[in-house]
Nanobody, 115 residues
């Protein structure tokens, strides 16, 4: 599975961004798709995920602000990020886990929240 992430950028606190991850296979053929992030000097951390059945999971730090969704026709998974805060600044990575439990990563996309 190849993943292509896009949509990062610079935004002011309180602003919003939408990240997109395009998969080379149908999202239905992938067990779980999700987003992780890594801030400078920190370990990569889980942000949000969605199963092929549509179940979602979020890190506590983003609940109520971020929404993960999928576009079945385009085989993409999106992360809508609202009310962004400085602590959301990080490189965001798209991840896919196949039904064979193999894990795939896309290239990161930088999100910077700054005034």
């Amino acid at each position: 599975v190849q993943l292509q992430a896009s949509g990062g950028g610079l935004v002011q606190p309180g602003g919003f961004l939408r990240l997109s991850c395009a998969a080379s296979e149908s999202v239905f053929s992938i067990s779980v798709m999700g987003w992780y992030r890594q801030a400078p000097g920190k370990r990569r951390e889980f942000v949000a995920s969605m199963t092929s059945g549509g179940s979602t999971n979020y890190a506590d730090s983003v609940k109520g602000r971020f929404t993960i969704s999928r576009d079945i026709a385009k085989d993409t998974v999106a992360l809508q990020m609202n009310n962004l805060q400085r602590e959301d600044t990080a490189v965001y990575y798209c991840n896919a886990i196949g039904f064979d439990r193999l894990s795939y990563w896309g290239q990161g996309t930088q999100v910077t929240v700054s005034s």
